[in-house]
């Protein structure tokens, strides 16, 4: 693959040059209705809660979490890079129950899902902690094209020409739609704040009936701490022409309000006024410290 393909346009969306090359087969594909679907705009907390989800259906099993890695136990829809199946190939051979990953704003969604009415999760984090996160991944993740310098990313971030667009149209569309379809709307500092009670909300969510003990133990498998060690959780089976670890660690640091030791005074004000501008049509709101 070469590295720091550019990114395409599909669908008026910006995406992974390579993952361009697929976008046929994640627009027909065949969801199932057992099938459960985690969407986030990217570093949103996606892994968190795929491991949550992956143990859940497993009653907490954590001897079955061991499969194989999050990124395989768990794929990714729109994944595809040369010399690796494409999410789309993965997902098709497997058996159910499957828990997908998707970063599709809602409009660009596979027809299918909405059919069999999968149910969704949708999990949100603030823009400021996930810019930062971003940007440390575009580095490490050679997929991605060159993020250039904090402030340039920034700029391409303000402007939605980062890989799955702008941010707070993503987080707005899933919003307005939270109610009108099956969705469970979760917020990343939420989860930071008391784990078990969203772990909770999950779980009756996808309708499932687990004693203390099983949610506690899926709480304890899932701190930051455990996960970071967990080499079935913390991509460091990936291979490297992929996402170089060394560069920046995938679970980096697992917090709200990282950004105040990542912005400027002047960085921050141009994200205040970004998010002052964009949310001024929406009642979804977001907090920036816990
Ligand atoms: S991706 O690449 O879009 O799927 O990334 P995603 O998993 O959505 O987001 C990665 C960020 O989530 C943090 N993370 C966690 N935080 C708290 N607790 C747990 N268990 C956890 N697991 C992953 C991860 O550290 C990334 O955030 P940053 O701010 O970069 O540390």
């Not at 499957?98 to 823009?127: D, M, T």
């Not at 990936?238 to 170089?244: A, E, F, G, K, N």
Request: aromatic share 12%; proline share 6%.
């Amino acid at each position: 693959m070469v590295n720091r393909p550019p990114i395409k346009i599909v669908s008026g969306m910006p995406i992974l040059g390579p993952f361009a090359e697929n976008w046929e087969n994640v627009q027909d594909f065949e969801a199932r209705e057992d099938d459960l679907l985690i969407v986030t705009y990217p570093k949103s907390g996606t892994t968190w809660m795929s491991e949550i989800l992956d143990l859940m259906i497993h009653n907490g099993d954590d001897m079955k979490t061991q499969r194989g890695a999050i990124f395989q136990r768990v794929p990714f829809l729109e994944y595809a890079v040369p010399d690796m199946p494409s999410g789309t190939e993965i997902l098709n051979a497997l058996e159910s129950q499957r828990v997908i990953k998707s970063h599709l704003p809602a409009h660009l969604l596979p027809g299918s899902f909405w059919e069999k009415q999968c149910k969704i999760i949708y999990l949100a984090r603030n823009v400021k902690d996930v810019l930062v996160s971003y940007y440390h991944f575009y580095r490490m993740a050679i997929v991605h094209p060159e993020p250039g310098t904090f402030d340039e990313f920034l700029q391409n971030f303000i402007d939605g020409k980062i890989a799955f667009g702008s941010w707070s149209d993503h987080v707005k569309g899933w919003w307005k739609i939270r109610h009108q379809k099956d969705i469970l709307y979760l917020f990343y500092e939420d989860m930071l704040e008391d784990p078990k009670r969203e772990i909770l909300k999950v779980m009756k969510f996808i309708g499932k009936d687990l004693p203390e003990e099983v949610l506690e133990k899926i709480h304890q498998r899932t701190t930051f701490k455990t996960m970071k060690e967990n080499h079935m959780a913390n991509y460091s089976t990936i291979p490297s022409h992929v996402m170089d670890l060394s560069v920046s660690p995938f679970m980096r640091k697992g917090i709200c309000g990282d950004w105040k030791d990542q912005l400027t005074v002047a960085q921050n004000e141009i994200l205040d006024e970004y998010y002052k501008r964009e949310m001024r049509d929406t009642d979804l709101t977001f907090r920036f410290e816990n």
